[in-house]
């Protein structure tokens, strides 16, 4: 064989592992689903009629205030704590602040299982099958890492 069929061979071959290379990035994409906001799946799944979404947006708004009114204190504590280093910081004072901190992240969590019993009494009685079958979902819903930072105040 020559150096000149061999190329030739070589040349085909890269054209082909390209064309088929291209198809699969252009013509052969798996289907993705449409990602959705957790209030639109939740409206969905438990089947909640007009009036139910609109006492469901309420309570979202509601909560949606406490907690970035909690967030808000939290980011004011932090940098207190962390703003203080720079001189003498009193202990009993830098321990105030860390347990305020900390009382604050358990507020929060109150306030996400209040949030989530509200819903719970907006269901009607023949929903609260479909409320039992989101309670599975929330922890991958809104406590994943790619939850994070999808309800900040627009």
Known sequence: MSKLFLNRILIISLFLSNGVLLYMIFWNKPEHPEPRLPKELIIKTLH???NQVHAYNQSIEGHKNLIHRNQDEQLRLRKALYTSLGGSPDSVYLDSIRTRIIE??????????QHFLEIKE???ENQLTYYRDFTKMIPTLFFSPTHRGNNKPK
């Open 48 to 50: 909640f009629d007009k």
């Open 104 to 113: 604050l992240y358990d507020e929060i969590e109150q306030k996400h299982l």
């Open 122 to 124: 907006i269901c009607h």
